[in-house]
C-alpha cells in the first residue's frame, strides 16, 4: 500500500509539473550518434509540366513509405480523462530518408516551439530515426505535413496512457513514459506493412509467447548494425530473462495491419539497442 501511494504520489506530481513546464525525454539511454549524413534534396526548379523532379520523385516514395524515418512524440496530460494523449509524428511518406543530421541538431525545446501550431505539448520525446525493413508499407497519413525545423513531419498515431495504468506500473518513469525497453505500449494508427515470402524476419519472442517483428532498426546504440547483420545481434542485446531473439526466412507473406474491429490499435516495444518492433499474431 505504501509503494502504491508513493507512486500515486509521483504520477500526480508529474502532472502538475506538466501544468507549469514542458518536459524534455528522451528515448533510449544512449546518447544519439548520427550514423549517416545524408541531406534532404534542395528542391529542383519545375519541370515541364509545372512540377518539380523532386515532388515527382517524394509522390513515388510515398507510394512506398519505406526508407529512413524520424519521429517525434508529443504528449499532452487531459484531465477530463485522466490520461496523457502521446502524438507520434513521422516523416514516413515524404522523402527516402530522413535527414538524419539536422534531426540530431534539433533540440526538444525547437520541436516543442515549433508543435505548438499543432498542439500545445506538455513534453516531447525524441523517437529516433529509423530504417524501415517492410517491403511494402501502406500506413496511411491522414493528416498534413507540418514543418519542423527543414523537416517535414505528419501526425501518424496516438499513445493513450490511463492515470490508473501508470499508477499500477512498476516500470513507471516520468522521463520516460511510453520507451521502456522491452515494455509493450499500445500506438492507435492505420497501419498495414507488408513482407514478402523470402524475406528475412528478425523478431522478440515474450515468455508468454508474444511476438514482436522488426520493422525498423537504428545504428545509435549499436554503431555497426546493418541490415545484413540483424541476423546476429541476438547476443549483443540484453534481453530481460525469458525473451528470445530469432531470425528465419517467411515461407508466406507477412501481413501486419490494424482493423477497425480492434480500434486501430496495436502493440510497439522497442529493445535495448532502440531498434522498433510490432506485435503480430501469425
Known sequence: MVAVKKRLRAVLTFCLVCLAAPVAAQLGS?????ATTDKTATPSAP???????NAKISQNLAQRRIG????????????????LR?????????????????YDSLTLA??????????QPLFVIRGGAHRYLMDVNLATL??????????????VGEVRIALSDMIRSANYKPDNLISSTYTP????????YIWNIGKPIHRLV??????????GYTTRVIKQLTQASLTEMGPLLNKPEGWKYESFLLDKTLTIKTAPSTGFKVDFLFDDANNVYIKHED
Open 86 to 102: 502521446i502524438t507520434q509524428y513521422s516523416t514516413m511518406g515524404l522523402v527516402e530518408n530522413c535527414d538524419e543530421l539536422h
Open 142 to 155: 491522414p493528416n498534413p505535413f507540418i514543418r519542423i525545423g527543414e523537416l517535414q513531419f505528419s501526425a
Open 47 to 53: 519541370g515541364p509540366e509545372g512540377r518539380s523532379l
Open 30 to 34: 544512449a546518447t544519439p550518434t548520427p
Open 68 to 83: 529512413l524515418v524520424c519521429s517525434i512524440y508529443a504528449g499532452t496530460f487531459h484531465w477530463w480523462t485522466l490520461s
Open 206 to 215: 515474450a515468455p508468454n509467447g508474444d511476438r514482436y517483428v522488426m520493422f
Open 185 to 192: 505500449f499500445t500506438v492507435q494508427a492505420n497501419i498495414q
Open 110 to 119: 525547437s520541436m516543442h516551439a515549433q508543435l505548438r501550431a499543432v498542439q
